[in-house]
C-alpha cells in the first residue's frame, strides 16, 4: 500500500483516540463471569490438559503508547468485569480457557518499538519467552523474511478447517506450504478491519431508493449483488436537495468513500495482485482485459462527485470545519451519519466514533459487491495494518510446547467464537433500533468470507502504488502497468528467494 494512504491512516488512527476507550474504563469491581458462559457443553471436543497454573503469555506490540493501539483492538486480555460488552466478554472466554487448561492467560505489551527489532532483542538475549506474538499485520509480515517467525502448521492441534481459524485466508497467508501469519477470532479484527459498505437504511426508504433498484439484502441473498447494480444505485441516489445545481456535502450523494478512486474494487471483484505457482513462487496476476474493464467503470462513477465523494472531497469544499469532531476524518464520516450518504465505504471499527454513536437513521452493513452473478461469493479485504497472531521461530522449551500453544490456541478461538463474537455484533449494531437480522448474516457473509493482499501485507508497496496510479488515469493503465512491471516482478521474486532460504 502505498505510505500516503499508510500516513493517512495512521493519523487517522492518532486522532481517533478514545473512541474505543469505553470498553476498557470503569474499572468495576472482579466479578465473575456468567457461569453458563464458561462450562461448555463441547468442551469433550477438545483435548483435556492440565498446565499447572502456568502463563500462556501473548507478546502484544503495539504502535505507540502515546495514542490508542488502534490496529490492535482491546480483545487479548481484561483485567475485570466492567460492563463493556467486548471486555466482559474477553474476561469471560479467557476465564473459560483458564478453568478448562488451568492456565494463566497473560498479555506483555511492547511499546514504540519496531517489530523486527524487538523480536531481535528477545531473540539474542534467549529470552524469547512468548507463545504467541500480536502485532500490526505490515510490520509482522515484513518480519517473515528475518526468520523470527514460527510456522503455525507446528501446531498439532489447531484445526483451520474451523470457521474460527477464518479458513478463507488460509490460503491467503500460506508461503511456501508454511503459515507465518494467522487470524482468528480471538481477536475481532476479522471484522473490525474487514472493507464493507455501510447504508443509510431510513434514507433508502424515505426516498423511495429500493422501490426504483431493488433490495441490496435480498440481491445478495440471492447472489446478484453487482458493481453494475451497486453504481446504478450510487448514481440514481444523489440529488440536489438545495436546487444551486450542484451536489455538495449539504445534498444527498450515493456513496461517501476514503478510496476515492475505488482500487478496493479489484480485490472485491475477485482479482488479487498475485496468484500462487504450483512451486509456490509467486506471479503478478492483476493485469487483464478484465482488470482495464474495472478500472474503466469504476473510475466513470468515483471520478465525478455528484455520486462519489472522498473525504477530501467533504474538507475541500468551501465553509467546511472539523471542529467539534476528533479528527478530520472522523468530521468526513459524519456526513454518512447525518444522512447525507446512501453508502459509505469502511469497516465496522468505525461505528465507535461517536457520529455513528448519535446518528438517528438506522445503518445496515452489505459486502461489497461481485463482480458478475458467476462470481462464487462476495469479498471482504482485510486492512492490512489490522493486528494478526504470529508464533515465535522455535518452540518454547520451558512451559510451553508446539502442543500446548495449539490445544490453547484452538479453544481460546472457540470460545472467541461463542462468547465475543455475539458481544462484538451487538457492540457493532447497537444503533440499531429495530434489531434486523439481516444485519447479523450480512456480518456473517463478511467475516466468513475475508481476505489478505497478500502483497499489501508483506510490504511489497510497489505493485499497489502501480494499481492506484491506474485507477487515477485509466487512460494510461496500460503504459503505467508496463512501465512498472519490472519493478513490480523483481520485489516480488526477491521477497520469496528470501523466504525459501529460510531455515
Ligand atoms: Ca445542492
Given at each position: 500500500m502505498n505510505f500516503k494512504r499508510i500516513l493517512a491512516v495512521v493519523l487517522a488512527a492518532i486522532m481517533c483516540l478514545g473512541v474505543l476507550a469505553s470498553c476498557n474504563q470503569g474499572g468495576g469491581e472482579e466479578t465473575r463471569p456468567p457461569e453458563e458462559q464458561i462450562g461448555d457443553a463441547n468442551a469433550g471436543n477438545f483435548k483435556s490438559a492440565d498446565y499447572e497454573g502456568n502463563e500462556f503469555t501473548f507478546l502484544v506490540i503495539k504502535h505507540s503508547d502515546i495514542i490508542k493501539d488502534y490496529y490492535g483492538g482491546a480483545f487479548i486480555d481484561s483485567e475485570a468485569m466492567n460492563g463493556g460488552k467486548v471486555n466482559d466478554a474477553v474476561f469471560t472466554r479467557n476465564h473459560a480457557v483458564q478453568q478448562k487448561y488451568n492456565v494463566d492467560i497473560v498479555e506483555k505489551s511492547e511499546v514504540n518499538g519496531d517489530p523486527a527489532q524487538i523480536l531481535q532483542s528477545y531473540i539474542m538475549s534467549g529470552d524469547f519467552v512468548f507463545d504467541v506474538v500480536y502485532g500490526w499485520g505490515y510490520k509482522l509480515g515484513a518480519c517473515?523474511?528475518?526468520?523470527?517467525?514460527?510456522?503455525?502448521?507446528?501446531?498439532?492441534?489447531?484445526?483451520?478447517?474451523?470457521?474460527?481459524?477464518?479458513?478463507?485466508?488460509?490460503?491467503?497467508?500460506?508461503?511456501?506450504?508454511?503459515?507465518?501469519?494467522?487470524?482468528?477470532?480471538?481477536?475481532?479484527?476479522?471484522?473490525?478491519?474487514?472493507?464493507?459498505?455501510?447504508?443509510?437504511?431510513?434514507?433508502?426508504?424515505?426516498?423511495?431508493?429500493?422501490?426504483?433498484?431493488g433490495s441490496p439484502y435480498e440481491m445478495v441473498e440471492e447472489g446478484t449483488w453487482t458493481y453494475d447494480k451497486f453504481l446504478k444505485m450510487v448514481q440514481g441516489a444523489s440529488a440536489d436537495l438545495d436546487g444551486?445545481?450542484?451536489?455538495?456535502?449539504?445534498?444527498?450523494?450515493?456513496?461517501?468513500?476514503?478510496?476515492?478512486?475505488?482500487s478496493g474494487a479489484l480485490q472485491n471483484c475477485g482479482v488479487y495482485y498475485t496468484t500462487k505457482n504450483d512451486d509456490g513462487s509467486y506471479e503478478l496476476s492483476f493485469y487483464s482485459e478484465k482488470t482495464l474493464g474495472i478500472i474503466d467503470m469504476v473510475h466513470k462513477?468515483?471520478?465525478?462527485?455528484?455520486?462519489?465523494?472522498?473525504?477530501e472531497d467533504i474538507w475541500n469544499e468551501p465553509g467546511s470545519s472539523a471542529d467539534g469532531f476528533d479528527d478530520q476524518w472522523q468530521y468526513a464520516r459524519s456526513y454518512f451519519?447525518?444522512?447525507?450518504?446512501?453508502?459509505?465505504?469502511?469497516?465496522?471499527?468505525?461505528?465507535s466514533e461517536q457520529a455513528f454513536r448519535d446518528m438517528e437513521s438506522e445503518y445496515g452493513v452489505l459486502p461489497y459487491p461481485k463482480y458478475d452473478v458467476n462470481q462464487e461469493n462476495y469479498n471482504a479485504t482485510l486492512d492490512p495494518l489490522a493486528s494478526v497472531f504470529a508464533l515465535p521461530s522455535t518452540e518454547r522449551?520451558?512451559?510451553?510446547?508446539?502442543?500446548?500453544?495449539?490445544?490453547?490456541?484452538?479453544?481460546?478461538?472457540?470460545?472467541?467464537?461463542?462468547?465475543?463474537?455475539?458481544?462484538?455484533y451487538?457492540?457493532?449494531?447497537?444503533?440499531?433500533?429495530m434489531d434486523d437480522d439481516r444485519d447479523h448474516k450480512m456480518l456473517d457473509i463478511?467475516?466468513?468470507?475475508?481476505?489478505?493482499?497478500?502483497?499489501?501485507?508483506?510490504?511489497?508497496t510497489s505493485i499497489s502504488d502501480t494499481i492506484t496510479n491506474m485507477f487515477k488515469k485509466p487512460t494510461m493503465a496500460a503504459s503505467t502497468y508496463t512501465r512498472s512491471q519490472k519493478k513490480m516482478i523483481n520485489d516480488l521474486d526477491d521477497f520469496y528467494s528470501k523466504v525459501i532460504a529460510l531455515d
Open positions: 517473515i523474511t528475518e526468520n523470527y517467525l514460527g510456522d503455525f502448521n507446528n501446531l498439532p492441534d489447531a484445526d483451520f478447517t474451523q470457521e474460527y481459524w477464518s479458513p478463507s485466508t488460509i490460503e491467503d497467508l500460506t508461503v511456501d506450504d508454511r503459515l507465518f501469519l494467522s487470524m482468528n477470532e480471538i481477536s475481532m479484527n476479522v471484522l473490525d478491519w474487514a472493507s464493507f459498505l455501510f447504508y443509510n437504511k431510513t434514507m433508502a426508504e424515505n426516498r423511495n431508493i429500493e422501490a426504483e433498484f444551486d445545481n450542484a451536489i455538495t456535502r449539504n445534498d444527498f450523494f450515493g456513496l461517501l468513500d476514503g478510496n476515492g478512486v475505488g462513477v468515483y471520478s465525478n462527485d455528484k455520486y462519489v465523494k472522498d473525504f451519519a447525518t444522512d447525507h450518504a446512501l453508502f459509505c465505504g469502511g469497516s465496522a471499527n468505525i461505528t522449551a520451558d512451559i510451553g510446547s508446539w502442543e500446548r500453544t495449539g490445544i490453547i490456541l484452538e479453544y481460546m478461538a472457540y470460545k472467541s467464537h461463542e462468547i465475543l463474537l455475539p458481544a462484538y451487538n457492540e457493532v449494531l447497537q444503533g440499531q433500533r463478511i467475516r466468513n468470507n475475508i481476505h489478505y493482499e497478500f502483497a499489501d501485507l508483506v510490504s511489497i
